[in-house]
C-alpha cells in the first residue's frame, strides 16, 4: 500500500478538526501559504505500510524529514514562521507526511486561488456561462 492509500481516511475524515483547520486557513495568510506550498516541500517518508497494516500517524510524522528551509524559502516566511505554522497545520490535520492536504483545506485552497484568478482576469461568475 502507498502513502496516498494510507492517508486518505485521515484526509477524507468529515470530523470537525477538518472542517476547523480549514477555517484556520481562511483567517490566516501565513498558514494558508504554508499549505498552498506544502505539497512541493520537499520531505522524506519511512517506507510506506504493508497492505493491511494499521498507521499510526503520529509515528509517521516523527518518521518524517522535512526540509524547513526550503518551505520557508517557497513562501517567504521566515524559518520561525514556517515550523511555527508547520506546528498548527499538523495538529489540526490541514497537512499530511506524504505532501497531502485535508480535503477540506485542498477545497478552500482551490476555491480562493479560482476566486482570486477571476478577479485578476475581471470575469465574474456569470460570464463562465
Same mark, same amino acid.
Given at each position: #500500500?502507498?502513502?496516498? *492509500? ?10 470537525? !478538526? ?6 484556520? =486557513?481562511? +483567517? ?5 501559504? =504554508?499549505?498552498? %506550498?506544502?505539497?512541493?516541500? *520537499? /520531505? ?6 504493508? %497492505?493491511?497494516? *494499521? %498507521?499510526?500517524?503520529? !509515528? ?8 524547513? @528551509? ?5 513562501? !517567504? =516566511? @521566515?524559518? =520561525?514562521?514556517?515550523? +511555527?505554522?508547520?506546528?498548527?497545520? /499538523?495538529?489540526?490535520? %490541514? ?8 480535503? +477540506? ?6 476555491? *480562493? ?7 485578476? #482576469? @475581471? ?7
Amino acid at each position: #500500500m502507498g502513502w496516498a *492509500e494510507a492517508f486518505l481516511p485521515y484526509r477524507a475524515a468529515d470530523d470537525p !478538526q477538518g472542517f476547523l483547520g480549514a477555517a484556520l =486557513l481562511a +483567517q490566516d495568510q501565513y498558514l494558508f501559504r =504554508l499549505a498552498a %506550498v506544502w505539497p512541493r516541500v *520537499e /520531505k522524506t517518508l519511512p517506507p510506506p505500510p504493508a %497492505v493491511g497494516e *494499521e %498507521v499510526d500517524l503520529e !509515528q509517521v510524522w516523527r518518521e518524517t524529514k522535512i526540509d524547513f @528551509n526550503g518551505w520557508a524559502e517557497l513562501t !517567504q =516566511l @521566515n524559518a =520561525l514562521a514556517v515550523v +511555527q505554522g508547520f506546528k498548527t497545520l /499538523k495538529g489540526n490535520r %490541514v497537512i499530511f507526511p506524504d505532501g497531502t492536504l485535508s480535503h +477540506q483545506a485542498e477545497a478552500l485552497l482551490k476555491k *480562493e486561488a479560482a476566486g482570486k484568478f477571476m478577479a485578476q #482576469m @475581471n470575469i465574474k461568475p456569470g460570464d463562465l456561462k
